[in-house]
């Protein structure tokens, strides 16, 4: 199956300041989502972008599918970033929902 | 108020008894699904729906059932044959080749 690289494993950060997430997946892909888990477990979606770039407030993501990485970036952070955020993929065709999660990326940010 | 609701929130088991999660959705999704996470782990698939009556195996189906007898439901059993089932179970819904979204999730311990 497909397999899904996350990086860095942790990271802290002051408030306010940028930071980019990396995820990197072995397969091609037509399935890719960003989520974010909240100290209390719920994930929400962040991006659904298995090609291209979208931004969303101080949220950004790009996909490069030939290249097979995905990019999170996050501008002038708040305490209310921390978490863990995952990186999620499937292929296409019958296995398009069958997501693979990486480990995820926790991050903390200090005020 | 549209969502996915699961049912109970925390749950004990006991040594060789069986117990049933629920997962209801009201955003009329056509596909389900459930998703075990471990501490410090990512999520991983136990079993998909795409179509009421019809289910897949996921990733880590050994020792779980489901069933899909309606749309907006999508129950899972832990049977007595799933020897480590202590973990953080999420289930989630979307409409076919479309983004997940996940519910607030069940915290599974074993007395």
């Known amino acids: 199956g497909i397999q899904v690289e996350q990086s860095p494993p942790d990271l802290i950060l002051q408030e306010g300041a940028n930071s980019t997430l990396r995820c990197n997946f072995s397969?091609?892909?037509?399935?890719l989502q960003w989520f974010h888990q909240n100290p209390w477990g719920q994930l929400i979606n962040l991006f659904y972008i298995p090609s291209g770039t979208k931004q969303n407030g101080r949220l950004s993501a790009t996909t490069v599918a030939t290249e097979r990485y995905s990019l999170l970036y996050i501008s002038s952070s708040q305490t209310t970033d921390s978490g863990v955020y995952f990186c999620a993929v499937a292929a296409g065709g019958t296995s398009y929902g069958k997501l693979t999660f990486g480990q995820g990326t926790i991050l903390t940010v200090h005020p | 108020d549209g969502g996915i609701t699961q049912s109970p929130k925390y749950l004990f088991r006991k040594e060789g008894q069986n117990v049933t999660l629920s997962c209801e959705q009201n955003l009329n999704h056509d596909a389900m699904y459930w998703y075990r996470q471990d501490p410090g782990q990512g999520l991983r698939l136990i079993y998909y729906?795409?179509?009421?009556?019809?289910?897949q195996k996921g990733d880590i189906a050994e020792g779980y059932s489901v069933s899909r007898e309606k749309k907006e439901s999508f129950p899972l059993t832990v049977t007595s044959a799933q020897k480590n089932p202590t973990a953080f179970y999420l289930c989630a819904s979307s409409a076919l080749q479309e983004t997940q979204y996940f519910g607030p999730g069940t915290r599974l311990l074993v007395l």
């Open positions: 729906s795409q179509i009421v009556n019809d289910f």
């Open positions: 397969d091609s892909v037509n399935n």
